[in-house]
């Protein structure tokens, strides 16, 4: 019972234009949202992270966007650049406080 | 803050083995997560523990995986007689828990093959 989805496996983007990476949860109890970003060979590293008493939160080139009756979040990149290729990981903290993880998406920014 | 550490980085084992790998969280994090990640999908929860108390424990977690955190601060995870569906890499993360809405640390991690 996968209860975060990213139904995307892969993204490519070009290097400046905008990258939209999506996921979805099944359970309303969830009110804590992640992102992760990971390289090859390292643990996954903190981005962003929104609560369910906001639809938006922002830091800096990265905005996640909450939409809690559909059980919907994004996460924007603007303007995407090279080095931002990795695998996104979404997250959703239950109520004990641990993380589940959506599948990754692997995201690509051409030059 | 010196970051999570995990030890070893790498290791091979003979199927039907026993491995230990290590992990040292943050210093002042009171909670220590493991986690397990196959190619292709997202870290997948193991178990935790506040303190030296393990809290949870997945229910995918067969009895040949245990953990210890023996005095509260690092941790190991022993999984006896290896298969090669064992193979992954193992993730360790620590975090400072109050009353929730807390981000967590990821070490390097340990990436597993059973050969």
């Known amino acids: 019972d996968q209860q975060v989805k990213q139904n995307s496996p892969s993204l490519s983007v070009q290097e400046g234009r905008i990258s939209i990476l999506n996921c979805d949860y099944t359970n309303s109890m969830f009110d804590y949202f992640l992102w992760y970003k990971k390289y090859p060979a390292e643990g996954p590293t903190f981005l962003i992270s929104?609560?369910?008493?906001?639809d938006k939160n922002e830091d800096g080139r990265f905005t996640v966007f909450l939409n809690k009756s559909a059980k919907h979040l994004s996460l924007h990149i603007v303007p995407s650049q090279p080095g931002d290729s990795a695998v996104y990981f979404c997250?959703?903290?239950?109520?004990?406080?641990?993380?589940?993880f959506g599948q990754g998406t692997e995201l690509s920014v051409k030059p | 803050d010196t970051g999570v550490s995990q030890d070893p980085r790498h290791k091979i084992t003979k199927r039907g083995q026993n491995v230990t790998f290590r992990c040292d969280p943050i210093?002042?994090?009171?909670?220590l997560y493991w986690y397990r990640q196959t190619l292709g999908q997202g870290p997948e929860f193991l178990t935790y523990?506040?303190?030296?108390?393990?809290?949870?424990k997945s229910r995918l977690l067969s009895d040949r995986f245990s953990a210890e955190r023996p005095k509260g601060s690092f941790s190991t995870l022993e999984i006896q007689r290896t298969e090669q569906g064992d193979s992954a890499m193992y993730l360790c993360?620590?975090?400072?828990?109050?009353?929730?809405?807390?981000?967590?640390?990821f070490g390097s991690g340990t990436q597993l093959s059973v050969l």
């Open positions: 929104i609560s369910s008493i906001k």
């Open positions: 523990f506040q303190n030296e108390a393990q809290l949870e």
């Open positions: 997250a959703a903290e239950d109520q004990g406080g641990k993380l589940i």
């Open positions: 993360a620590s975090s400072s828990w109050l009353r929730g809405n807390e981000k967590l640390f």
């Open positions: 210093s002042e994090h009171n909670r």
